[in-house]
């Protein structure tokens, strides 16, 4: 139809009123097109075909999508600027297609567009704000739309949901409203993230859809077919700290699961974590006064015992929640709670031989999660220093039966080296090989130092060691003539033989095999982020962690890590 066409009709039907008849209604049907592929947790493109067939003029007025659990919108585009957008831009479309209508009657079609803005409530994920073009008029198709996730506990489980609300029933044309009733919408959503589970029954995608003569929801759906999850791979890792109070026994800890972002891997249904009850036990003194037992995260009056740091590929920042102990004194659990827009409330249950396992995770890529259980006289845990050292790991079970086991030795910081063994400050805890100190100073003052020692152990002697930097630091090296120069490198206790710098990390091997040796990197050798500076200035470092591996004589290598103190 052209302008002209319709500038005719709309100046035709100025004056007319057309009243929709006593039986207008709509009657959705939908079909999924999967043909750009059914591969579990990767990502596609998905066609979606609703049809309405209304009758008597009528056209719908609320739409809902509610995607099944595990089909997730990416809300990372454009580094996340999507979230901050109040009107569409073109980085951030996210899908589109056909509609389908009458116009006054007669038939006419347009394209649509999909784009992710900022959210349009307090507590969405994002908004969906549509573009609808008809001979090469376009215009906004209502408000933005509410991008919201769903709660573990809603009857179609964690997952995204969108809703449209008033879609417009009327179109704009020679500067009057010109009565539409919408047919068909033939669109795709692009980028979207499969679920990473196969059930034997497909999970449906449901379409619930009222319109503006009749406010009776009718709801469609159609099977989303998930293939090949079985064989994804499933490759978590661990890492954990644990620092004790210099004037008690609480210890602080920190446990640290880890995924690769690539390519996409099975997620975790359950997960288990388990602390070496030989060196670590409950801090019962705290429970049994209900210090810490919390009957209802949700009251604001609970006392917090830790905090979880997790990072997904589909969300532009790091996600934070806090650490509850729930339950009972005989069955306690750790409860740990996200705030909006991801609100989500995983809980645990803690056993006697140190092992939170959580069940029913939600299907949701992470690349990390991090949970740390604060020190102090509440801690959850405490400590004898005897032993010093043990093991942390995690056993992970995904939803498609796939299974992964993951280790990683621990030792307590600050605690006194067992007697009999090497004394003073020139020994690890327990006579082991690895770092006995570090601290970093003049992040605030962007004048980075950082200082540390190491043990070969007992009797073994230190030959060369490997430095990793915490997140936000760097070295500053520099090639000079063909051959690195790295200045501000000062060690105690040994000669230099030789520097390097490896994939990014400091090699550092000693002209003599020593004991210990301490070494401190000044500003003219390490280099910090903005955002560590800015986070240093206003007090709100996050805890950095030093990682050495050390080689002895033997050719034993020994990875070592220890929080810095700041």
Known sequence: MTRRVLISLAVGLAAVVLAPAASASITPALTLDQSAGTGAASTVNLGMDLKFAPTGGDSPKDLTIVLPAGLLANASIDGGACLHAQSPIAACKVGGGTVTATLAGLPVSGDVSFFLVAPPKPGDLAGLAQQVTIDGQTSELGSPGEIIVRPLSDPAGFGVTIALTNIPDTYSAAGLNVPISVQELNTTLNGVRMPASCPATPANLNVTADSYSDSTSKTVAAPLHVTG????????????????????????????????????????????????????????????????????????????????????????????????????????????????????????????????????????????????????????????????????????????????????????????????????????????????????????????????????????????????????????????????????????????????????ALVITLRKAVNTVSVKLGPSSLKESGALKRAAKHHRLKRMQLTVVLKNTAGKSTTSKLPLKT
């Open 229 to 504: 999850c079985s064989g994804l791979p499933f490759t978590p890792s661990i890492s954990a700290t644990a620092v004790k109070d210099a004037a008690d026994f609480g210890v602080q800890i920190t446990t640290d699961v880890t995924q690769p972002a690539s390519p996409a891997q099975a997620t975790p249904k359950s997960v288990a974590l388990s602390l070496d009850p030989k060196v670590l036990v409950a801090n019962a003194p705290a429970v049994l006064n209900d210090h810490l037992l919390c009957a209802n995260p949700a009251s604001g009056t609970c006392k917090a015992v830790g905090s979880a740091t997790t990072t997904s590929p589909l969300y532009p920042v790091p996600l934070t929640g806090t650490d509850y102990l729930t339950g009972t004194i005989t069955a306690p659990e750790l409860t740990i709670v996200f705030p909006p827009p991801f609100a989500l409330t995983l809980v645990g249950s803690v056993a006697t031989n140190n092992t939170t396992t959580f069940n029913n995770l939600p299907d949701i890529p992470l690349t990390d999660l991090r949970v740390t259980l604060i020190g102090g006289k509440d801690s959850a845990f405490l400590t004898g220093c005897d032993p010093a050292s043990g093991i942390a790991s995690a056993t992970l079970i995904a939803a498609a039966g796939q299974g992964a086991s993951t280790s990683t030795p621990f030792t307590v910081a600050g605690c006194p080296p067992p007697p009999g063994g090497s004394t003073g400050t020139t020994a690890s805890p327990g006579g082991r090989p690895g770092l006995v100190s570090a601290a970093v100073s003049g992040l605030a003052l962007g004048k980075p130092t950082l200082s540390f020692k190491l043990t070969a152990g007992k009797n073994a002697k230190l030959k060369s060691f490997t430095v990793k930097l915490p997140r936000g630091l760097s070295f500053r090296g520099r090639r000079v003539h063909h051959r690195l120069k790295l200045t501000g490198v000062s060690i105690k206790g040994a000669k230099l033989k030789s520097i390097a710098l490896r994939h990014g």
